[in-house]
């Protein structure tokens, strides 16, 4: 059965970090793609970041320069490093992982940044 478990959200105040984690199990998790999107009640789900199996690192334009996303084979987790929080940051998080043309999703979790 496939997991992806998140942590890491939370309350922050503008300008600070925040640093998620997913972990995986039921998967290959070196041969998955994997990333970070995130929805808030007023707008569509937006792809913040993604990492290849070579982990190659993809962001929204929106984080580019603040978030970085990584990857740890040995412990099948992903990680989104959140710095220069905006309020506008303020979302649920969801990690996905891609394997074999199948998409999983974790439950997400909130973060929320206060001006």
């Known amino acids: 059965q496939v997991q992806l478990v998140e942590s890491g959200g939370g309350l922050v105040q503008s300008g600070g970090s925040l640093r998620l984690s997913c972990a995986a199990s039921g998967i290959v998790f070196g041969l998955s793609d994997m990333g970070w999107y995130r929805q808030t009640p007023l707008k569509q789900r937006e792809l913040v970041a993604s990492i290849t199996i070579r982990s190659a690192p993809n962001y929204a334009d929106s984080v580019k320069g603040r978030f970085a996303i990584s990857r740890d084979n040995r412990n099948n987790t992903v990680y989104l490093q959140m710095n220069s929080l905006k309020p506008e940051d303020t979302a649920v998080y969801y990690c996905?992982?891609?394997?074999?043309?199948?998409?999983?999703w974790g439950r997400g979790t909130q973060v929320t940044v206060s001006s």
């Open positions: 996905y992982a891609i394997i074999g043309g199948r998409t999983f």
